[in-house]
């Protein structure tokens, strides 16, 4: 059986010590799927209007710089908005501490009893947090409002959000920039195969099978282009 780290006291002192490391994992899969679902509806859309090839790449590569811009800027923006409200609520915290103690006391007491703890054990395990300001805050971070340890970093989620619409983006968009023959099936199939591939990479994070995550992902992706090749059909000359 693999084991997914070590156990041994130094192994352990230093995992701990290093804290929550950001994971890139959200925001690639967010702006992976998002930046081949919408480049695609583009190609699909234009493709199934029956319009040229070269206005699917320019609005292909307008959709890959702009759309993928806009959603790092949210993405930035709504994780910079969860930092802002981190440190709002670490702040009345701290004010809560300093002016009700005894209330915080309590409120630190309850959270360590749901967690299992009683008797002298949850007596002494209060004081002990209580002691140290930073860390009882951190606690109450976590189990009163529900956040995590660590702060979140907007820029880390913007940039790893850009980069994989970018990447994934531009699949559908390469047959028809290099001008290969029958552009759109080739379209099709390299989107496809970027959907599933997003999906399979994806449960390498969870419990589910490869092969359901990927076709999880395929099938939401897949939905998405058919529904823009059929609105794009019905502006078609012909």
């Given at each position: 059986?693999t084991i997914?780290?070590g ?11 290093e ?7 959200k ?5 992976g799927?998002?930046?081949a ?6 190609v699909?859309?234009?493709e ?7 206005i ?11 759309d993928g811009?806009?959603?790092?800027a ?5 994780t ?8 709002r ?6 004010r809560h ?5 005894e ?5 630190l ?5 749901l ?5 002298i ?13 930073e ?5 109450m971070l ?13 820029l880390?989620a913007a ?23 029958d552009p ?12 599933f591939l997003?999906?399979?990479?994806k449960?390498?994070?969870?419990l ?6 990927g076709?999880?992902t395929?099938l939401i992706g ?9 609105v ?7």
């Amino acid at each position: 059986m693999t084991i997914e780290h070590g156990h041994s006291p130094q192994e352990i002192t230093r995992r701990l010590s290093e804290g929550q490391r950001y994971s890139p994992l959200k925001d690639m899969i967010y702006g992976g799927i998002d930046g081949a679902v919408t480049t695609f509806a583009i190609v699909a859309g234009v493709e199934g209007a029956g319009l040229s090839h070269s206005i699917i790449v320019a609005l292909g590569l307008a959709n890959i710089l702009a759309d993928g811009f806009s959603m790092a800027a949210s993405n930035y923006s709504g994780t910079k908005a969860e930092l802002d409200d981190r440190k709002r609520i670490i702040q009345i915290e701290q004010r809560h501490i300093a002016n009700h103690r005894e209330g915080e006391m309590e409120e630190l007491r309850q959270i360590l009893a749901l967690r299992g703890l009683s008797g002298i054990v949850l007596t002494q395990a209060t004081a002990a947090i209580a002691q140290n300001e930073e860390n009882w805050i951190a606690l109450m971070l976590t189990d009163e409002y529900g956040l995590t340890r660590d702060d979140p970093n907007p820029l880390r989620a913007a940039l790893a959000t850009f980069a994989a619409f970018l990447m994934a983006g531009a699949v559908p968009l390469i047959p028809f920039v290099f001008g290969l023959h029958d552009p759109f099936a080739l379209s099709v199939c390299a989107t496809l195969i970027t959907f599933f591939l997003i999906g399979a990479g994806k449960s390498r994070w969870s419990l589910a099978k490869w092969w359901r995550s990927g076709a999880e992902t395929l099938l939401i992706g897949g939905v998405a282009a058919l529904l823009a090749y059929g609105v794009g059909g019905l502006f078609h000359p012909g």
